[in-house]
């Protein structure tokens, strides 16, 4: 089961003090990046997938979306999704994305913000989520950069002989990373940027776009502490299609 570190009091309390938390898609600084990938949503069927507190599914309900799905694991989320939203066209579901089924052709649209580096069976997700869209539907999701979800250099492993073999936490050693992100132990996966298009093309989706986002200069200069984020980009954003 994925950790639900969401529903945790102490990570809950701070996760919701976040600017993308209070101010919701406006707070999310790449967010006018992935609402360019994302087509029309009139008379769209749309699942989010991670909804958190249902700002996205929200949204598409406004845009025009006939019904959205949105689903977490987390019940604190979805309490306060369920609380601010009032339009009948949007449902929560409480699911493990782990191995949570959505319902075969039943969505023309896969959102995911944030929530794919959670997974350990990310490939058995994405097969699942190929089989939920109609031909033709498409997925648009953005995952923690792989140079963020990678630890920063910390020594070097030794061999049987003692001798240095290879840096503890590299670029390619993928799996479980253990980090202190608004709470201590919080578990997210790494993986490289190659081992996730070699998991959406397995899947049977087809990428139509690749971004590794990082704030324009227009962003840097209204905020200047983000300078950090053009030295390695945060997020990666993909877009993919069903054939």
């Known amino acids: ?36 990938l994302l087509p029309p949503m009139q008379g769209l069927r749309v699942i989010d997938l991670g909804c958190g507190f249902g ?37 929560y579901l409480r699911a493990d994305l782990e191995t949570f089924a959505p319902e075969q ?60 073999s290879w840096p503890v936490g590299a670029y390619l050693d993928e799996g479980p990373r253990s980090t202190d992100w608004l709470a201590k132990g919080v578990i997210k996966q790494h993986r490289t940027i190659a081992t996730y298009l070699a998991l959406l093309s397995q899947s049977g989706l087809r990428l139509t776009c690749l971004e590794e986002w990082g704030p324009s200069p227009e962003q840097v200069a209204a905020n200047p502490d983000w300078i950090k984020e053009r030295q390695r980009p945060p997020f990666l954003l993909l877009a993919c299609r069903r054939p």
């Open 1 to 36: 089961m994925t950790q639900n570190i969401y529903d945790d009091a102490g990570f809950f309390e701070n996760y919701s003090q976040l600017p993308r938390s209070v101010h919701g898609l406006d707070g999310a600084p790449e967010w006018g990046s992935l609402r360019k």
């Open 55 to 91: 700002w996205f599914c929200r949204w598409a309900a406004e845009q025009g979306a006939k019904g959205v799905l949105g689903v977490d694991v987390s019940e604190q989320m979805l309490a306060r999704a369920r609380a601010e939203t009032s339009n009948p066209a949007i449902a």
């Open 105 to 164: 052709g039943a969505f023309d649209l896969a959102y995911s913000s944030l929530a794919f580096h959670y997974l350990s069976d990310l490939g058995g997700l994405l097969a699942r989520v190929h089989a939920a869209l109609a031909p033709g539907g498409a997925l648009v999701c953005s995952v923690e950069h792989p140079m963020l979800t990678a630890p920063r250099h910390q020594g070097w492993a030794q061999d049987a002989s003692g001798l240095p």
